[in-house]
């Protein structure tokens, strides 16, 4: 078998750490490799030196500069490159090769990857089955394309180094025996969320005599250097913090090993990692540790360790964010830390707990023997059938400036839906600036098939209404049901599936919502009734029954209560249609499922003056004695 990996910025981090076992997991193996490297650094030398071909294309690749090197691969492996995704997929079926890819998180940036290349891609290795549950439960992918492998190390070599005098490697440091010395092994880059890792160590009380020893630094890349240089900044800014953190730069394997056997206790501070491999390494050492309640490392620390519940973040702009933890959860790491320093008994017993169960579970044999059945086995997805009997959707999409990642995103989602019927995707474009409108324009000609047609059209009245805009959309639909989709959410690729089976056996429904799912700066998921009446609506205590995103509509009914029309104020649009609705005798139904994924921003536009007013009227208007 030829097997070509692929692998971004080659330099140092888990990622990287993983890489590079895999290429030598299929070149120990007597698989014919090739690495196409985006960068050179610290693994691309050591993939080298280990006497597997390697080669540096960049980060972003043209298919003509790869091409010639993925000619009669079986298997092409992508490790964490991204950037190079557009031109191998494009390669796919002219060279015939199965794309596989590994995945360590399901954050936002990695999510849109997988929706958008789903269609080409043939298996995926996920290194926690939270991952898993994550895209085949939400986003109905394939789940016979998925195989949980988990990360492991190399628990030999990390015994190897523990025979080193912990005395003398506490002494380099100028480390006392008095110190409780806390350890990161990281990079030195935004996501660690360093500087947070800071102010917790800056808070503990003095008594505890801490301190933190961070092995690492930055890798090559601009923002970390950047990052690099603003924590070395904050530290001299401040007297304690000067005294009590060393960092010893990028160092190899062997010696973190040997360098981690200072520690006292392990820390780790990332808002969004999947298992960080440090925290593998630092277990098997017999170090107890410290660390966020994110991806899979409560499933791996609880009862080996001390997990600290904080809210994931998925989003980059939360990931990034600084300060990234907020004061509430630093305090969680300041009491836990200081708990276990009085309790040297409790550290011991995690500690070894933590290190029998990376020798039993997490050795690099185990992962070894999966990682080739993975490469030999994974089946190639079968297409779904379109059937002309299903009633014809129209999706609408109005959209106004909107973000370019996530207009892709939400397109992506409407497009990759698994309805075996007929669909259309109605782009509604309203005021957007020049800039933008090119861009939604280009996304719309370059998104656009025989199967799934993408209508763009764009409204140059600046003077409607949003709600007129809507009825613009409502002419162009040529479907008997329309869906309303935002242009910043995400739909699960069953949503059009489900609304149009429920309304199909349910004829007298004619208006149909289902739930949603929070995410960005609020984490929520709704609870809509079931079926809502006139009376109901009038009764309830709020104005909110039913979800705009992803509710499904008969075009007919629609059009026999007037569209969404002109509501005066031009405010509230869709619960004055949905009052039009109740009004004119129409139930509106609620399914139970979670099939929209609805973006939710740190500042949300204000209500403007005589809002609520509006809908004290619309809701007055439904009681059936006026």
Not at 76 to 81: G, I, L, S, T
Request: charged fraction near 20%; hydrophobic fraction near 40%.
């Amino acid at each position: 078998m030829k097997i070509a990996f692929l692998i971004g910025t080659n330099d140092i981090g888990g990622a990287e750490f993983v890489s590079y076992h895999h290429v030598l997991m299929a070149y120990r193996n007597g698989l014919d490799v090739i690495v196409l490297s985006g960068t050179t650094g610290k693994f691309y030398d050591l993939i080298k030196a280990a006497g597997v071909r390697i080669v540096v294309v960049g980060l972003c690749p043209e298919s003509k500069i790869i091409e010639p090197f993925l000619i009669g691969c079986d298997v092409v492996f992508n490790c964490n490159a991204g950037g190079m995704m557009p031109a191998v997929t494009s390669l796919k079926q002219k060279l015939g090769f199965r794309y596989l890819t590994i995945l360590h998180t399901q954050i936002d940036h990695i999510y849109a990857q997988v929706l958008k290349y789903d269609q080409f891609t043939d298996g995926y290795y996920a290194i926690h089955q939270k991952i898993v549950d994550s895209f085949t439960s939400w986003d109905g992918i394939d789940a016979r394309k998925f195989m949980v492998i988990p990360n492991c190390v190399d628990v030999d070599l990390i015994d190897k180094a523990s025979h080193i005098n912990r005395s003398s490697i506490r002494k380099s440091f100028g480390f006392t025996s008095q110190d409780f010395v806390i350890g990161m092994i990281t990079r030195v880059a935004q996501d660690k969320n360093i500087l947070d890792a800071l102010k917790i160590i800056r808070q503990l009380p003095i008594t505890l005599n801490a301190k933190l020893l961070i092995v690492g630094g930055p890798s090559e890349n601009i923002q970390s250097q950047n990052y690099f240089k603003k924590v070395n900044t904050y530290i001299q800014g401040d007297i304690r913090l000067r005294k009590i953190i060393k960092i010893t730069g990028n160092l190899e394997m062997e010696k973190v090993y040997q360098t981690m056997q200072a520690f006292d206790l392990g820390l780790n501070c990332s808002p969004s990692e999947g298992l960080p491999i440090a925290l593998l390494e630092m277990m098997a050492a017999g170090i107890c540790c410290v660390m966020p309640g994110v991806g899979d490392i409560p499933g791996v620390l609880t009862s080996r360790g001390i997990v600290i519940s904080i809210r994931q973040r998925y989003e980059a702009r939360e990931i990034f964010a600084d300060p990234c933890y907020t004061q509430q959860e630093i305090h969680l790491f300041v009491t836990a830390i200081s708990s276990l320093y009085k309790n040297t008994t409790n550290i011991k017993q995690l500690a070894n707990a933590a290190r029998k169960f990376i020798c039993q579970n997490r050795s690099l044999k185990y992962q070894e023997i999966e990682f080739l059945k993975f490469l030999n086995g994974t089946p190639n997805p079968q297409p779904a059938t379109r059937n002309a009997d299903f009633q014809k959707v129209s999706v609408l999409m109005p959209t106004r400036d909107p973000n370019e990642e996530w207009i892709e995103l939400a397109i992506d989602s409407v497009l990759k839906q698994n309805y075996a019927g007929e669909m259309e995707l109605v782009i509604v474009n309203h005021d957007s600036r020049l800039s933008k409108s090119s861009i939604i324009k280009k996304l719309a000609e370059q998104k656009t098939n025989p199967e799934r047609p993408v209508i763009y059209h764009e409204v140059d009245n600046d003077t409607l209404q949003f709600s007129e805009v809507l009825d613009v959309g409502v002419s162009l639909c040529s479907g008997e049901i329309i869906v309303r989709m935002d242009h910043d959410d995400i739909a699960n690729t069953r949503l059009i599936t489900t609304l149009v089976n429920f309304m199909f056996e349910n004829p007298q429904i004619s208006v149909c919502g289902v739930q949603l799912q929070f995410f960005g700066a609020k984490q929520l998921i709704t609870h809509h009734p079931e079926r809502v009446t006139r009376q109901l609506a009038a009764n309830m205590p709020n104005h909110w029954f039913v979800n705009h995103p992803g509710v499904a509509m008969r075009k007919a009914a629609l059009l026999k209560v007037g569209g969404y029309g002109y509501t005066k104020q031009g405010w509230a649009e869709d619960y004055h249609l949905w009052c039009k609705f109740l009004k004119a005798g129409y139930i509106i139904a609620n399914l139970p499922d979670v099939l929209i994924r609805y973006r939710v921003y740190e500042k949300e536009g204000r209500r403007p003056e005589g809002y609520h007013e509006f809908l004290a009227r619309e809701k007055k208007e439904l009681k059936i004695d006026n």
